[in-house]
């Protein structure tokens, strides 16, 4: 199959969502910008579209999709039970990147919920995201576009890279804002949790609602056995070719063990370093009797969100070289941080070292 990429632009608009809504309602999947990641789309009340989205992932089945809506009163459509607190959050945060979960109806096929009874669902906030859910049919079942088990595409680049041949169309709308995927919240149960930290916080959502928001005991990263409500999280994310090493600590220890480590370089053996960018010229001079050839610096801004817009672009870069070991500097673990930090811990599959 040949894939086609239309940058999306105001000239082309009318034409490039007619082709993509289209493709939908035939069946076919159409790859799409939002403000978090790109997204994989398909018709998500069609079960043939969902097993479609599967496939071209290589994704588990047990791994349920996304719902993605533009208008709140579609939701009445595919939930059975409505929660109060829907409506607050959905005005406070919508199209936005928050992702909701709710009891299910029959609308929506086992396959889109990997079998569960509930559906997830948000609103994104991306004007070509929006117009292609309404050329659609309003309801598109999209996880990130990526390759099971790869970062998630924050470049319409990236999803070429990993879906070309296999899928008829990426709508390019630039690089996304954000970069790493919706905060997820379950309204399906009396006890208000957060399945996936994102960029709307549990404290966010808690001022919204005026009630607690707990956190699932898998998000934080450090119960790696626990057993996640969100069945995505429980499967190694994220992940780059090279093994990744997340050094945590007090900052000037974790940069000196990062430093020692590097020391063992060599350019048959080069190793990769994931550092802020304020950090990246001291740690450059320490190992000056290293060759260049053999240290690979990649850096991910200095502040948590654009350390959150950096992530999956600079762990896509290092694939490209010939590194078999990357050490990372970690990020803070509040607001979008311990976002950012879970994403962390999971491309680097729970492989932490305490500086
Ligand atoms: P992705 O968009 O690729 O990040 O994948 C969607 C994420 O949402 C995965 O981590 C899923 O496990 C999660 N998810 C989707 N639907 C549900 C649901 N009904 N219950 C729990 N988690 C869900
Ligand atoms: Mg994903």
Known sequence: METKVIK???????????????????????????ET???LGGDALSEGSSAKIYAAKGRPSDNPLIVHIADFNDLER???????????????????????????NDVVPDKTTGGLDTVAVRMPNNEIALKFIKAAGGFIAAPSANRSGRPSPTLAEHVKEDMDGIIPLILDGGPVGIGIESTIV???????????????TAQMIEEVIGKKVTLDAAVDGVSKDAHPKAPGMKY?????????????GEEKHVLETI???????????????????????YVKSKLFKIPKEAIIIKTIGNKDDEAAHEL??????????????????????DGIGQAVHNRMIRAAGHNILNA
């Open 8 to 34: 999306v632009t105001e000239k082309n608009m009318d034409e490039a969502m007619a082709l993509a809504g289209s493709l939908i309602k035939d069946k076919e999947l159409v790859a799409f910008p939002t």
């Open 37 to 39: 990641v790109y997204g």
């Open 78 to 104: 595919i939930v059975s039970k409505l929660p109060p607190e829907a409506k607050l959050l959905a005005d406070a945060f919508w199209p936005g990147p928050l992702t909701m979960r709710f009891k299910k």
């Open 186 to 200: 379950d309204l399906s149960e009396d006890e208000i949790s957060i399945l996936r930290p994102g960029y709307i």
């Open 236 to 248: 190694r994310h994220y992940a780059p070719k090279a093994e990744l090493i997340l050094v945590e």
């Open 259 to 281: 430093v020692d480590k590097a020391m063992n370089a060599t350019i048959a053996e080069p190793i990769g370093l994931m550092l802020k960018e304020k950090h990246a010229e």
């Open 312 to 333: 999956y672009k600079v762990l896509r870069e290092f694939d490209e070289e010939n590194v078999k070991v990357i050490y990372s500097e970690s990020v803070g673990n």
